[in-house]
C-alpha cells in the first residue's frame, strides 16, 4: 500500500512538473487569449450612437477606498476610451452598468463616478446602474432601460466580447461591440518572436487563469441560460 501511495504521488509530481515546464516555457496563456479576441481585433462601422454602454470590471473599490485615490486594473481601457466616446457623441445616452465588487460600501459605480468626475465629466450625464452584479444580470437591467430598435454600443474587454454577445443574443438585446483592453495582439502576422520578448511566467499563466474562467462561464451561459 505504501508503494502504491509512493507511486500515485510521483505520477503526479511528474504531471505538476510538466505543467510547470508547459507554462515557462510555451505561450499557451497568449494564445488561449488569441481565441478569445481573435474576432474583436477591427472595429465595426458606427454612427449615430443612441446608448453607450460601459460595464464595469476596470474599477478597484477596495484600493481606492484605501488610499482614497482612483484605483484602477488592467482593464482601464474601457473607462478610459468610454471618455473619448463620449466627448465624441454628445447626443448620446451614457450608461454605466455594475457594482459587483465592494469595499466598505464602495462599489465598482462609486470608482466610476469618481473618474468622470476627476476628469471634469458632468456625471448627470452618465446613469449608474449599481445593482447588478454579473454580466448576465447586467443585460437584465439593460433590457429595462434601453430600446432595441437603438443603436446601442457596448464597451468591454475584447476577451469578455465573446461571452457579451452570447448573453446579449440570449436576451434579445441588440449592440454594436466596441472591445478594448485587447492583451493578444502580438500573435498576430506571425510575430511569435515579440511574444518571447514580452514572455513572462507569471502573465502567461494568468492570461490562462482568465482564458479558462471565460470559457466556463461561456459554457454555463449556453447551457442554463
Do not use: W
Not at 505538476?16 to 488569441?34: E, Q
Not at 454628445?90 to 466610476?112: H, K, P, Q, R, T
Not at 507569471?202 to 459554457?219: D, G, P, Q, V, Y
Request: charged letters at 20%.
Amino acid at each position: 500500500y505504501f508503494f502504491f501511495k509512493k507511486k500515485i504521488f510521483k505520477i503526479f509530481l511528474n504531471i505538476i512538473i510538466v505543467i510547470f515546464l508547459v507554462f515557462c516555457t510555451l505561450p499557451v496563456g497568449y494564445y488561449a487569449f488569441d481565441y478569445l479576441e481573435k474576432d474583436f481585433i477591427n472595429q465595426e462601422k458606427f454612427q449615430n450612437i443612441d446608448n453607450i454602454i460601459v460595464l464595469s470590471g476596470s474599477e478597484n473599490p477596495a484600493l481606492t477606498n484605501i488610499t482614497k485615490k482612483i484605483n484602477l486594473n488592467n482593464s482601464s481601457e474601457r473607462l478610459i476610451e468610454a471618455t473619448k466616446l463620449i466627448r465624441n457623441n454628445l447626443n448620446s445616452n451614457i450608461l454605466f452598468l455594475g457594482g459587483a465588487s465592494e469595499y466598505n460600501n464602495i462599489n465598482e459605480s462609486d470608482v466610476a463616478k469618481n473618474y468622470f468626475e476627476n476628469i471634469g465629466f458632468d456625471i448627470q450625464n452618465v446613469r449608474f446602474i449599481a445593482t447588478s452584479k454579473n454580466t448576465i444580470e447586467n443585460f437584465k437591467d439593460l433590457k429595462n432601460v434601453i430600446d432595441n430598435d437603438q443603436n446601442n454600443l457596448i464597451i468591454t474587454s475584447a476577451f469578455h466580447m465573446k461571452r457579451t454577445i452570447i448573453i446579449s443574443k440570449k436576451l434579445g438585446i441588440n449592440f454594436i461591440p466596441y472591445p478594448v483592453d485587447h492583451r493578444s495582439m502580438m500573435l498576430k502576422d506571425n510575430k511569435i518572436i515579440e511574444v518571447y520578448k514580452d514572455f513572462d511566467i507569471a502573465k502567461n499563466i494568468s492570461m490562462f487563469n482568465i482564458f479558462f474562467r471565460e470559457i466556463l462561464a461561456i459554457l454555463a451561459v449556453k447551457i442554463f441560460l
